[in-house]
């Protein structure tokens, strides 16, 4: 299987579009993630892409702790921290 046609399965299946989540990949590799802007912002075009809300509790809490030390970003974190029910 082609990446192209891989793509676009995840595409389909997700309704992701994968040259978005390229982009904003891409637009990560050096970002500074002590900056509460730029975090914030990066939140945003993730919540965009996966059309899926953040409230703004949720973007609060999430840069708190990515900003507090962004060393120790762990993906499996934030997802927990993003599907936790109140």
Do not use: Y
């Not at 939140?43 to 030390?69: G, M």
């Amino acid at each position: 299987m082609s990446f192209d046609k891989l793509f676009k399965n995840i595409e389909k299946s997700s309704g992701v579009n994968m040259q978005d989540v390229f982009k904003l990949a891409d637009s990560v590799k050096h970002a500074n993630f002590k900056d509460e802007k730029t975090v914030r912002e990066i939140i945003q075009k993730v919540s965009a892409i996966a059309n899926k809300p953040v409230p703004k509790e949720k973007e609060d809490e999430l840069v708190k702790t990515i900003t507090s030390d962004p060393k120790s970003i762990n993906m499996d974190k934030i997802t927990k921290m993003i599907n936790k029910k109140k």
